[in-house]
């Protein structure tokens, strides 16, 4: 699969399929491929690549057979990180894009509680553009 290189602020490489190059950066409306690197370094953050990848791979089976668009979603284990392969359409900024985006998360936050309570939830949701959009829903005050 040709890609698109996505950087995250390490250095880290991952793959798109239209072959345009894009980072982490804000921008008005932000694609689905650009929301998806800030969920995934968070998670980087937090947990670690090597889990990151595994928690976000076992999402996207999860979710594949309601959203086929999961299925495309290719994470690789390089010699020094991950490659993520993203559906192509995550690069234009659109609705079914969002979704399934919507959707990785979906199957993600469950997984996420389980390992971490809700330690991994909550810091997914101190993402500004993840919250703002939609990606991660908004999280309840505790006592």
């Known amino acids: 699969m040709a890609g698109i290189l996505l950087e995250d602020r390490a ?34 953050d937090l947990l670690g690549t090597a889990a990151a990848a595994m928690l976000i791979r076992r999402a996207a089976q999860r979710g594949a057979p309601r959203n086929p668009e999961l299925a495309e979603l290719a994470i690789v284990r390089e010699s020094v990180g991950y490659r ?11 609705d079914g894009a969002r979704r399934a985006l919507q959707d990785l998360v979906g199957e993600l936050l469950p997984l996420l509680a389980a390992l971490t309570g809700p330690v991994a939830v909550r810091h997914l949701g101190q993402v500004r553009e993840l919250r703002e959009r939609g990606i991660v829903p908004p999280q309840e005050e505790g006592p």
């Open 11 to 44: 250095g880290r490489v991952v793959t798109s399929t239209n072959g345009s190059r894009s980072t982490s950066r804000a921008v008005a409306e932000p694609s689905a491929a650009a929301l998806f690197t800030l969920l995934r370094d968070a998670l980087a």
């Open 84 to 94: 993520y392969t993203l559906p192509p359409t995550w690069n234009a900024r659109t």
